[in-house]
């Protein structure tokens, strides 16, 4: 199936809602980078939360970029989403371990470390957006919540949960709750109380939930579901984008790679596809003007 989000609005418009399955996202990143199951679950919950930030999004060639930047032996992780729905991600290091919280789950708060959370928006204006804020839990569903909170004053709720065995994403998924202006106090304490009753958002996948019904069991009576929209991991780089990178380079440094090993090669950090050019395609980048 593919992965989805869905767009609500609830409690008569004091609410704002998404809500995201996110499993085969995940798991083309996961096919794709080889992470272990720490780094899995940290990458899993930033390309959910990058997926919900592109139904944010009012046009497709927007762009936001999630940089976590942790001391953690994760390093950083870092996601890219537009308003199409296209994600894309990667994470330093892999394939590292930690060990796991005593009740044997994944300690994501121990591979990220302490650091900031770093978010561009590129929205058409003459220079994007910036923002950031402290990483408080390490965790990064809090740590989002902190940031929206804090950097976009919109008190919000964000909830992540990826179910990892060992390669294969079980479950993946997340939502962001933003309380508008016009929200009463009741409707807050009525959320905070629904919130505090959801056990995982796995277990909740599990047992046959989704995004739609995930919102339901949240918020309840009064939502309007305003949109669903599929999200994909899909990374612009090509044979082309290469090449006019290689070419860039200059005709003396591709001779001195001809010279030195004969042939180029060059590996997308975002989605780990090679791209070989052996020494013909080398020396036609040369004779082109």
């Known amino acids: 199936m593919s992965s989805y989000i869905v767009r609500a609005i609830a409690r008569n418009g004091e609410v704002r809602a998404f809500a995201a399955e996110t499993r085969s996202l995940v798991q083309e990143a996961v096919n794709r980078h080889l992470t272990f199951p720490v780094a899995s679950a940290a990458l899993g919950r930033t390309l959910t939360m990058g997926a919900i930030w592109s139904a944010i ?129 009741e409707t807050i304490s009525r959320l905070e109380e629904r919130i505090s009753q959801l056990t995982s958002i796995t277990d909740f996948y599990q047992q046959g939930g989704s995004p739609e019904k995930l919102l339901e069991h949240i918020l309840g009576e009064n939502l309007n579901f305003l949109s669903q929209t599929e999200v994909t991991f899909s990374c612009r780089c090509s044979n082309e984008s290469v090449a006019n990178m290689l070419r860039s380079l200059g005709k003396k440094e591709i001779q001195s790679i001809i010279d030195e090993i004969g042939y180029a090669e060059v590996t997308c950090h975002f989605c780990n596809e090679k791209y070989h050019f052996d020494q013909t395609q080398l020396l036609q980048l040369i004779d082109q003007p």
Do not use: C, W
């Open 57 to 185: 999004l009012k046009e497709e060639q927007e762009v936001v970029t999630i940089r976590v930047e942790g001391d953690g032996p994760l390093g950083k992780v870092i996601v890219h989403a537009n308003g199409a729905g296209e994600v894309r991600g990667l994470v330093d290091e892999p394939q590292i371990e930690v060990p796991n919280y005593p009740d044997g789950k994944l300690n994501v708060a121990a591979a990220v470390g302490q650091g900031m959370i770093h978010i561009s928006k590129d929205i058409g204006l003459r220079e994007p957006y910036q923002g950031s804020s402290p990483i408080v839990s390490g965790e990064l569903a809090e740590d989002f919540t902190y940031y929206f909170t804090t950097s976009e004053q919109t008190p919000s709720s964000v909830g992540l949960g990826i179910l990892v065995q060992r390669e294969q994403i079980l479950q993946a998924g997340g939502y962001l709750l933003q309380v508008l202006p016009q929200a009463t106090d």
